[in-house]
């Protein structure tokens, strides 16, 4: 590309990063919402989370419509191409992530007595775990940071592990509480979209490994891909 | 474009088009075994459907790669390029309704007693809407047929309503055998997961809809659409 198509070209990836950031934004703002009005009853906020989604849905809009102008006008080849491509990707998981806590708002009306139901504490700690995943996967997509990749794909453990005690202690809850039955089954789609925030975190963080290394990160990966180039 | 690359990108577009039609295929049977799997306590049709996942993860890698070659060396425009970018975010589409029927087979050893739990009768009839509407909507993005999309949009009303069922009828269930709890929430889960499937259908068949038309099915979008031409 001539000097001035490079300085354009980089130009836009800067203002799709930026976008991308900006999403990623929005969708920590949502999940911290979504959680407050959750535990502190507050419709409202609740509400709030959900006018703002379409927010989330413009701004993926425009990375598409920006991606495609940039494939269309640059013509970009190999890691330039590839790196327009990951936007796209990454753009539609952030539009998802908002998605779940969304879901999450939806619900807050539909639990009733969540004072009585104990294990709703464990919620606040899995928002906790899934923000902090969302947010340092974007700052590493942002520096191609493969070491903060592995660390946000290791803390998915962590938040696996907060679910299934969860899970746990919702349905040994339930059998003591028949009464309390249907809102703790609502605190479990809450805990569950938790759960799909953390993936969707991670399979942005092994893109994030596999653009920056070359390498597929989880072991198992590794080795598939090692037998298919065999 | 000159006559033989135009055959090329034809070709190459055919080609795009029939690994997502594979995909298609390959999710229609994972969801109608994964249901079977947990009707019939079949553990080892389940461990299929589990195995089975990593071929759509490949045909997913594929048409990527097809995606990202087809725009490298043919530069298509306009339409040409919403085509390809169409098929790459159909195809993430596809490969996660797959995981949703992954996460249903998964769940096939945790659901004991089964057959004390009676809406467990619901799930088979939400999977038949869920696997009609995955089948018919591939059908359309094949044929174009905005006519086809707006029945599946439609469709996934249908498929709602016997979600909030099942919903309803579990709690029920719940309230009255405490020792099913636990079994009655993974039932929960695929109920949602199938309610989720439909959801993704119905993005697909809105991206068709606008493919054909131009237009944004749904009255809402359509308003905010002209609100913003203003």
């Known amino acids: 590309m001539a000097e001035h198509t490079v300085k354009a070209f980089d130009d836009e990836i800067g203002r799709l990063r930026g976008l991308i950031a900006e999403m990623g934004g929005l969708a920590e703002v949502a999940i911290a919402d979504a959680i407050t009005a959750l535990i502190e009853d507050d419709s409202e906020l609740a509400q709030k989370v959900v006018d703002n989604d379409p927010k989330l849905d413009k701004l993926e809009a425009e990375v598409d419509r920006l991606a495609v102008r940039v494939i269309a006008l640059r013509a970009p080849m190999a890691n330039d191409l590839r790196d327009v491509i990951a936007a796209l990707k990454i753009s539609g998981i952030v539009e998802r992530i908002g998605d779940y806590a969304k879901n999450i708002a939806k619900?807050?009306?539909?639990?009733?007595?969540?004072?009585?139901?104990?294990?709703?504490?464990?919620?606040?700690?899995?928002?906790?775990?899934?923000?902090?995943?969302?947010?340092?996967?974007?700052?590493?997509?942002?520096?191609?940071?493969?070491?903060?990749?592995?660390e946000v794909i290791e803390r998915d453990e962590k938040l696996d592990n907060l679910y299934n005690t969860l899970f746990r202690n919702l349905v040994s809850h339930m059998m003591e509480n028949p009464a309390t039955i249907s809102s703790a089954a609502q605190l479990l789609f809450v805990g569950r979209n938790l759960e799909r925030i953390g993936d969707h975190a991670t399979n942005v963080a092994e893109m994030v490994y596999f653009a920056a290394t070359g390498e597929y990160h989880s072991e198992g990966d590794r080795k598939e891909k090692g037998e298919a180039d065999n």
Chains 1, 2 share one sequence.
């Open 107 to 150: 619900r807050v009306n539909e639990v009733e007595s969540r004072t009585k139901i104990k294990p709703v504490t464990l919620v606040p700690a899995m928002a906790e775990i899934a923000k902090s995943m969302v947010h340092d996967i974007l700052n590493a997509y942002a520096a191609r940071d493969a070491g903060m990749a592995v």
